[in-house]
């Protein structure tokens, strides 16, 4: 692969770990992946009474010759998985404090999740956000369409505002089937909005993945000197002593953090605050395994 | 508020620094693009009133700090009235010591003691916006207004004198001054607080401070001293002068700063007559005392002239001023009966060859008729006087003369004056009376100006009589019983010595005691009539120079001298000659202690400040600027905990939410 975002040794090493769903899936095809349907597959799920119009070829013949009595066998349905990466392309994504920018680090980990999806079977599709922007790569499970995701996630520019509330909404109404939403953002957008998009993906019952990303210098807020920062988004200048005010902002960013983090639950996102630092293959390989089921662990 | 130094005031300046520094800083920021924008700008919402009120803080500790800084370096002080005591003053009466051990400069290439304290008063008279300046100076003790601060320094009655200051009575002085005032006024006594121009246990003290007590509103008193290190200098002074035939014999005294050590050697000019001659003098130690001989021409009748050394700290103690009238035999008289003593005493009082001596005996019945005035000395060696007698005698002391009694084996009955001889004691068998010591400094048995001491060991006696009375020993028998002491009474002396030059009494006619011992009592009677030509800077008898018919004729200051009334210098009327040299008290290193201030201005609740922070004690000084550095440290301390970074709530990151 030539896409620098894409360590092929991390995803060997990753590889062995399966990306689970926490809710059950309703995909087109045999995946491995619960489905909410009973279906065929080898897994017994349990035996419940006949009623009419029931497929009789359902019927359990030797519970019958048993009991006298018509039972229908059901089997859990296994499906495969549709995953949505939602990757905020606004154009304070593009800070890089003394280290790697924002968007890199989304890429990386939007690249390597939709690698390891495709390579189980699943699909992976992307959609990528700004105020004016609105890029989507539909889901597929083909292992060619990964090139289509992997390049269009590598073209991504970050700049202007955020369209995260707008893309999240449009996704949760768009996917009718339910699906897997991978969002990797820093969240600088109105908390409520963002809980009302969030709810709106939970209405839809997907499930909900949050990379909340942000760099060590935003949190850390250490300067020596007085600094002019320019905002990223709409350019907006403002000259600040930082000694001054470090009390405040961190009081005002633990807050935000907080009720992020809040709102994320509130809608049952696995929500993950990821500094830009963090090695990516134990944040990967923590975020999988937590998902897996308790008996798989 | 008053500042020792005032010049350092400009770096109040630096006060500004740290917010031109402030101002820089700001101005030189870096430009950052930054994504988390909402969180600073709530922040900066937030925190723009404390964050000004902390900056405006933090700065003002640091202006303050560094203000106070320059402030205590510029040496500030101040007193109830002058700084954060407050209240305005109507008058400020200063009583300026314009002695001569004022004129000592506070260090080499500095202004003396007596301008630099001038100065610092102006400078105060201004910050306290120029209130009413009465001035007492040392030398005229009368009250006159000075019109303005400014020209403190350039009127008469602050120039240089070469007279003593009295400060019990000067402070007397400002109280009968302010009797009559209403408003609040303050003292300032500004001296160099040399001791002997304060005489603390002076009981005038004591009448000043009851009548400023008495006063509506007391005035504060202000001790302004300018005390602490000097210049190196050196003086010299007359102690005696003599005249002895065709040569005068002067005796100086040459010292040194008290910080001098080692040897040095000063070119001692002295100028008789017109005839100038320098010569080098070793000068081991702090002082020396030495003898000056100087030929005169024969035939002079009388003349003047004066001894210099060159200048330095103090230009006012750098000459003594002397004048001379015609040689004049020294008559002495010796009262006594005929007999082994009278011989020896006449032969001591006038010596074979010693053509310049002549002495009279007289029995005690004709003293009377013989005492005068002209005679140097009497050699008494009779009983006690009584009636008409005694009174002449009394009178002969008190107008200066010396008389030196001997014992007559007989236990005085009627005292002289209060003084009286006991009965007679004889030594054991075999045994003799023995002087024990004898001061070797002063009195008639001193050392000799060459060191070489008097052969009192040599004295045997078989039989004594003690003094008996107010008398100081000035030499004891080997039982501690007086064997000579010594009376001064007004300008007179009278000296007793227990024993006589008898073969039935002791071997005192042998003359190792007898013959310096009646020589220096003559010599010192005689001293009188050559002091006569010299009188103290500001004493009664030197009034007399401000006669018209007085005039200036020495020529060390300049060649067209000036008739000054405090000024030393030799002064001639009508072929009269008078030296005015500065008091010798002038020359005194002593000063003032704490305790002796204290006694001395002990009800006025006066308040010191030292210029040099070193008169005698060093805490003497009021340590203003302590204060002020309090406050530097103070403000540092305030500006640190400003600047403290608070400790943060919110460090942590939340913990993550699949964790």
């Not at chain 2, 500030?76 to 005591?85: L, N, R, T």
Request: with cysteine; aromatic share 8%; proline share 5%.
């Amino acid at each position: 692969m030539k896409h620098d975002f894409i360590d092929n040794e991390l995803l060997s090493r990753l590889g062995s770990l399966p990306i689970e769903s926490r809710v059950p899936m309703m995909g087109n095809v045999a995946g491995k992946h619960r489905s909410p349907h009973r279906g065929s597959s080898v897994e017994f799920a349990e035996y419940r009474k006949y009623v009419a119009g029931d497929d009789t070829r359902r019927l359990d013949w030797k519970v019958y010759a048993r009991s006298d009595r018509f039972y229908i066998k059901e089997f859990e349905a296994d499906t495969n998985l549709r995953a949505y990466f939602v990757v905020d392309a606004s154009g304070s994504m593009n800070f890089s404090g003394e280290g790697e920018s924002k968007i890199s680090y989304a890429r990386k980990i939007a690249a390597s999740l939709a690698y390891l999806l495709v390579n189980q079977g699943d699909a992976a599709g992307l959609s990528v956000c700004t105020d004016k922007l609105h890029l989507e790569v539909p889901p597929s499970r083909r292992a060619a369409h990964l090139e289509r995701f992997f390049t269009t996630l590598g073209q991504v520019e970050p700049s202007g505002e955020t369209g995260l509330i707008d893309a999240l909404h449009t996704i949760a109404e768009k996917i009718g089937q339910r699906a897997f939403v991978v969002i990797l953002s820093d969240f600088f957008t109105d908390s409520a909005e963002l809980s009302d998009a969030l709810q709106h993906l939970r209405y839809r019952k997907h499930d909900v993945a949050a990379f909340h990303l942000m760099d060590p210098q935003e949190i850390g807020f250490e300067f020596d000197r007085p600094h002019r920062f320019v905002d990223l988004e709409d350019g907006t200048a403002l000259v600040a002593e930082p000694n001054l005010i470090a009390e405040e902002y961190k009081e005002a960013l633990h807050e935000f953090l907080t009720t992020t983090k809040a709102k994320c639950h509130d809608a049952a996102a696995d929500y993950q605050l990821v500094t830009t630092d963090t090695p990516l293959e134990p944040l990967l390989r923590e975020f999988l395994t937590a998902r897996l089921p308790k008996s798989k662990h | 508020m008053l500042f020792l130094s005032p010049f350092f005031l400009w770096g109040l300046l630096a006060a500004s620094a740290p917010v031109v520094i402030h101002l820089i800083n700001k101005r030189r920021h870096k430009t950052l693009q930054w994504a988390a924008m909402q969180f600073l700008l709530k922040a900066t919402r937030e925190s723009r009133g404390k964050r000004k009120l902390r900056n405006i803080l933090i700065l003002t500790c640091r202006a303050l700090a560094i203000a106070a800084l320059v402030a205590a370096a510029a040496k500030p002080i101040v007193s109830g009235m002058m700084g954060w005591g407050g209240g305005s003053i109507d008058t400020v009466v200063l009583l300026l010591d314009r002695s001569a051990s004022m004129e000592l400069r506070a260090g080499d290439g500095l202004k003396s003691r007596r301008e630099l304290i001038l100065e610092k008063v102006s400078g105060a008279m201004s910050s306290l916006g120029d209130p009413r300046l009465v001035l007492i100076d040392s030398a005229s003790m009368e009250p006159q207004e000075v019109p303005s601060p400014d020209v403190l320094g350039q009127i008469s009655a602050t120039s240089a004198t070469d007279t003593a200051a009295d400060f019990p009575a000067m402070l007397n002085r400002a109280a009968e001054f302010l009797a009559g005032s209403t408003g609040r006024s303050e003292i300032w006594l500004a001296s160099d607080l040399q001791a002997s121009n304060w005489k603390p246990n002076d009981e005038r003290w004591i009448a000043a401070q009851a009548s400023l007590s008495a006063m509506a509103k007391t005035p504060s008193v202000r001790v302004l001293s300018l005390s602490g290190s000097t210049a190196s200098n050196t003086s010299v002074r007359l102690e005696q002068i003599r005249r002895s035939g065709d040569e005068l014999v002067l005796q100086l005294e040459l010292m040194r700063s008290g910080a001098a050590r080692g040897t040095t050697t000063v070119p001692l000019t002295t100028n008789a007559n017109g005839v100038k001659t320098t010569e080098n003098i070793s000068l081991p130690g702090q002082s020396i005392t030495l003898q000056k001989r100087i030929a005169l021409p024969a035939g002079l009748e009388s003349g003047y002239g004066w001894v210099s050394v060159p200048a330095d700290g103090n230009l006012r103690d750098n000459v003594a001023f002397f004048a001379f009238g015609p040689a004049r035999s020294r008559e002495s008289l010796v009262v006594s009966e005929v007999g082994e003593s009278a011989d020896y005493l006449e032969l001591s009082a006038a010596p074979t060859g010693m053509e310049n001596l002549q002495t009279s005996v007289v029995s005690p019945a004709q003293a009377v008729n013989s005492i005068a005035p002209n005679i140097a000395a009497i050699l008494w060696a009779a009983p006690l006087p009584n009636g008409r007698t005694a009174e002449s005698l009394e009178q002969y002391i008190r107008s200066g003369g010396h008389v030196m009694f001997f014992p007559n084996g007989k236990k005085t009955t009627s005292p002289f004056m209060d003084f009286s001889w006991s009965g007679p004691q004889e030594s054991p068998k075999g045994q003799f009376f023995i002087l024990k010591d004898w001061s070797r400094v002063d009195g008639l048995m001193r050392d000799g100006v060459d060191g070489t001491s008097i052969a009192g060991k040599k004295l045997l006696a078989i039989r004594r009589q003690m003094p008996v009375g107010d008398l100081t020993p000035m030499a004891r028998w080997e039982d501690g019983e007086p064997m000579m002491t010594r009376r001064i009474i007004d300008r007179g002396t009278a000296w007793m010595v227990g024993s006589i030059p008898d073969y039935k009494w002791s071997n005192l006619g042998d003359g190792d005691i007898l013959l310096p011992a009646v020589q220096r009592v003559i010599a010192q009677g005689a001293d009188r009539f050559d002091r006569s030509y010299l009188t103290p800077v500001g004493s009664e008898s030197s009034m007399v120079t401000r006669l018209e018919s007085w005039s200036r004729v020495d020529t060390y200051e300049d060649a067209m001298p000036v008739k000054s009334l405090h000024k030393s210098g030799v002064y001639e009327s009508g072929g009269q000659v008078l030296a005015l040299n500065r008091p010798a008290d002038e020359d005194s290193i002593e000063v003032l202690t704490r305790d002796e201030l204290n006694l001395a201005l002990n009800d006025t609740s006066y308040t010191l400040f030292d210029q040099a922070g070193k008169a005698d004690e060093g805490s003497l000084s009021k340590d203003v600027w302590r204060a002020f550095i309090i406050a530097v440290l103070l403000f540092f301390l305030a500006e640190a905990l400003l600047c403290l970074p608070k400790k943060s709530r919110f460090d942590a990151m939340p913990a993550r939410a699949g964790a």
